[in-house]
Every structure is written in structure tokens, then in C-alpha cells.
């Protein structure tokens, strides 16, 4: 049976300044990642180039190293190495819903794990992650808990992942590992339609309604870089109608 391959679809607006520490923390996994799909949403800071300048340059030997563990892990061959490849897709500037499905349709993994730019995920979490899925093959969700940084040091400890827990807030971080096929199943992936956000809340929501086998990492190994003045934090301050409309 082929080991799990996880797939990393990176939207990227605005966040060129941090390009590089995400993508560093995804490239220093104990597990490596088979691929790394950096979508940039019509950027006016070109995040496009500046990726494939990382992944060219900066970053070229970290990601040479993955592949080598690959090869010698799980005898990766010409094929295998054919199939899986490092993208930077670039799109108009259409939402980062749009740039998720968009990443999520190229990819070539089984697992999926979405992370906007600016975030950062500690080097073991797809170890222990994929680890757990060895043993439990019939997961196929993987949660932790997470670490805010930036303007605030506010721990999240995810609670249990439950229908009526999702209704009331969004109930799990965004850099949650989910089966490609999860995906797939729901209607539209990440909601488009959505005119002020929320839409990895409604991918949630939308996962309720499958046959779920989710794991929970105690430890905090996602971290959400916190920004008071972000997007999301004004959306939800001038446009507190769409929470309401979600639940």
C-alpha cells in the first residue's frame, strides 16, 4: 500500500513578508510533505515570484532533503517524482476560497493541509499526524491544538469536534490534515460564494455531514499568526451578520 502523501496548497495576498518562515516551516517537517502548491491570488506584492525565488534559491537544499527521505523512505522513483511537483499557480485576484479549491484541485496527494502564508507549523506535526494514521488507517482527519503568535500569545485548546460545537464557532484551525477525498465529497470545497469569509468554517460545517474519523494532537503544533487589524478581524467586527447566517 502506497504511504500517505500530504500535499501543502498555500494561498498567498499580502503576505510576502512572511513568505519564507511558512514555507521554511512546512520545508523542516520530520515528515516531509510530497508537494508544496503556492497559489498566488492576483497579488500586488507579486507572493509568485518571491516563492519560486525561495523555492529556487533560498530554500532549494531544505526541499532537496525532503525528497531525498522520500526516495530512501518509500523508494520514490522517476514516476513517483514525475507525479508529485512543486507548483506556484497564479491566479486573478478572485479570494483565498477560490485559491484553496484552485491548489486543491492540482494537488497529487491524499492529505491535504491548507495554510495561509503568514502562519507556521512546528516540525513534528505531520509526523505525529501521519504516525497516528499508520496505525488508525480509517482517519481521516487530524486536528491540534494551536499556538497564536504575532499580537497575541492566546493558546487555542481545540475542544472536541462536534455538530453543534461547529455551529456555534468554527471548530478547528485552518492547517487541520484532512483525505483529499473529503474534499471531494462536499459540494463546492471551500465556499466561493461567501462575500465576507468564514468559508473554512462552511468546509467544516460541510465535513459534519460525512462519515468523520478525526484525531486530535494535544500538543500545540499549528500556530496562527494573530493580527488585530487583519481582514478577518474587520469582517467580523463590521459584518457581524454572517456568523449569524453560517449558524
Same mark, same amino acid.
Given at each position: 500500500?502506497?504511504?500517505?502523501?500530504?500535499?501543502?496548497? @498555500?494561498?498567498?495576498?499580502?503576505?510576502?513578508?512572511?513568505? /519564507? /518562515?511558512?514555507? %521554511?516551516?512546512?520545508?523542516?517537517?520530520?515528515?516531509?510533505? =510530497?508537494?508544496?502548491?503556492?497559489?498566488?491570488?492576483?497579488?500586488?506584492?507579486?507572493?509568485?515570484?518571491? =516563492?519560486?525565488?525561495?523555492?529556487?534559491? $533560498?530554500?532549494?537544499?531544505?526541499? %532537496?532533503?525532503?525528497?531525498?527521505?522520500?526516495?530512501?523512505?518509500?523508494?520514490?522513483?522517476?514516476?513517483?517524482?514525475?507525479?508529485? &511537483? +512543486?507548483?506556484?499557480?497564479?491566479?486573478?485576484?478572485?479570494?483565498?476560497?477560490?485559491?484553496?479549491?484552485?491548489?486543491?484541485?492540482?494537488?497529487?496527494?491524499?492529505?491535504?493541509?491548507?495554510?495561509?502564508?503568514? +502562519?507556521?507549523?512546528?516540525?513534528?506535526?505531520?509526523?505525529?499526524?501521519? $504516525?497516528?494514521?499508520?496505525?488508525?488507517?480509517? $482517519?481521516?482527519?487530524?486536528?491540534?491544538?494551536?499556538?497564536?503568535?504575532?499580537?497575541?500569545?492566546?493558546?487555542?485548546?481545540?475542544?472536541?469536534?462536534?455538530? +453543534?460545537?461547529?455551529?456555534?464557532?468554527?471548530?478547528?484551525?485552518?492547517? $487541520? #490534515?484532512?483525505?483529499?477525498? #473529503?474534499?471531494?465529497?462536499?459540494?463546492?470545497?471551500? +465556499?466561493?460564494?461567501?462575500?465576507?469569509?468564514?468559508?473554512?468554517?462552511?468546509?467544516?460545517?460541510?465535513? @459534519?455531514?460525512?462519515?468523520?474519523?478525526?484525531? &486530535?494532537? /494535544?500538543?500545540?503544533?499549528?500556530?496562527? %499568526?494573530?493580527?488585530?487589524?487583519?481582514?478577518?478581524?474587520?469582517?467580523?467586527?463590521?459584518?457581524?451578520?454572517?456568523?449569524?447566517?453560517?449558524?
Amino acid at each position: 500500500k502506497a504511504p500517505p502523501n500530504i500535499s501543502v496548497i @498555500m494561498p498567498c495576498y499580502g503576505q510576502v513578508a512572511y513568505l /519564507e /518562515e511558512g514555507l %521554511r516551516s512546512v520545508l523542516t517537517q520530520q515528515y516531509p510533505a =510530497a508537494e508544496i502548491l503556492i497559489v498566488d491570488d492576483g497579488s500586488e506584492d507579486h507572493c509568485g515570484q518571491a =516563492a519560486t525565488r525561495l523555492l529556487d534559491g $533560498t530554500l532549494a537544499q531544505l526541499r %532537496r532533503g525532503n525528497i531525498r527521505t522520500l526516495q530512501q523512505w518509500w523508494g520514490w522513483g522517476a514516476d513517483d517524482l514525475r507525479r508529485f &511537483k +512543486d507548483e506556484v499557480i497564479l491566479t486573478p485576484n478572485r479570494g483565498v476560497a477560490h485559491a484553496r479549491n484552485t491548489g486543491i484541485r492540482r494537488a497529487r496527494g491524499d492529505w491535504i493541509m491548507c495554510m495561509d502564508a503568514d +502562519d507556521t507549523v512546528s516540525d513534528t506535526y505531520f509526523m505525529i499526524a501521519m $504516525t497516528h494514521v499508520a496505525t488508525s488507517p480509517q $482517519t481521516n482527519l487530524v486536528y491540534a491544538n494551536q499556538q497564536f503568535f504575532g499580537e497575541s500569545r492566546w493558546q487555542w485548546h481545540v475542544p472536541e469536534l462536534r455538530a +453543534d460545537y461547529a455551529l456555534v464557532n468554527g471548530p478547528l484551525p485552518l492547517m $487541520t #490534515l484532512f483525505r483529499r477525498s #473529503l474534499w471531494m465529497a462536499t459540494p463546492h470545497g471551500f +465556499d466561493e460564494a461567501l462575500p465576507k469569509g468564514h468559508e473554512d468554517w462552511c468546509l467544516w460545517l460541510q465535513f @459534519m455531514r460525512l462519515a468523520l474519523h478525526p484525531y &486530535k494532537i /494535544e500538543q500545540f503544533v499549528v500556530q496562527y %499568526r494573530f493580527k488585530k487589524n487583519s481582514k478577518m478581524r474587520n469582517r467580523e467586527k463590521f459584518n457581524p451578520e454572517v456568523p449569524r447566517l453560517m449558524r
